[in-house]
């Protein structure tokens, strides 16, 4: 009988050895499951985030791009309304303010398609008011728009621009000269471009 019981408990005990055993690897099994899933997500979210900073990276340079051909808000206005603006304010200089009215009017419906915002909204109220706010917009509110879309432009170089033309947008920047945004539009880009270039040049030839 004792025999008997020894034998009972070793089978018991192999049967819970072997339990014991097989939960242990199926636990292995899933703990080693679990990090081939994490490695693949971590993966994938890698992948994922080199997808989108290239996508990031090209949109930020198609935008400095159209940025830099560009140039100035005045640049990218049609030379038909540029012609108009000017008619508009030698007529205003001359006193003529039926005829600058006119002008200035004409000008403005054809810059509520502006790519500038500022320009755009000072178009847009000089339109809803009367003649004065269109003298006013021929005079005042258009050229300082104008200013102020050039610096937002300024103000995107700085932040995606090559080092010398971001360096040359951030002085333009901080200058107490109204006008210093568009005469770096105007000069500036071209000059920094040229000087940057020049020292890739000497660095490739070493």
């Known amino acids: 009988e004792l025999a008997t019981r020894s034998r009972v408990f070793a089978e018991e005990a ?13 636990a292995t099994d899933v ?29 930020e340079q198609e935008a400095l791009k159209r940025i830099e051909t560009q140039r100035t808000q005045s640049d990218q206005t049609a030379q038909e309304i540029r012609d108009l603006i000017a008619r ?17 009017r004409e000008a403005a419906v054809k810059l509520l398609d502006s790519h500038g915002t500022w320009t755009r909204q ?3 109220f000089a339109l809803a008011a009367g003649d004065y706010e269109i003298l006013n917009w021929i ?7 104008q200013r102020q879309d050039d610096r937002e432009t300024v103000l995107a170089l700085a932040e995606m621009a090559a080092p010398d033309v971001a360096a040359g947008a951030h002085v333009a920047l901080k200058s107490q000269d109204p006008d210093a945004a568009s005469q770096f539009l ?8 040229v000087e940057e270039n020049r020292v890739k040049v000497f660095t490739i030839l070493g």
């Open 122 to 124: 000072a178009a847009e």
């Open 88 to 104: 508009a304010q030698d007529a205003f200089t001359a006193g003529d303010e039926a005829k600058a009215v006119s002008s200035g």
């Open 186 to 193: 105007e000069k500036g880009v071209t000059d920094t471009s």
């Open 14 to 26: 192999m049967k819970a050895a072997t339990t014991a055993a097989d939960a242990v690897k199926e």
């Open 139 to 145: 005079d005042v509110d258009r050229p300082a728009a």
């Open 31 to 59: 703990e080693a499951a679990a990090r081939e899933a994490e490695a693949a997500r971590i993966e994938q979210d890698t992948e994922v985030g080199i997808i989108a900073a290239r996508l990031k990276a090209a949109q």
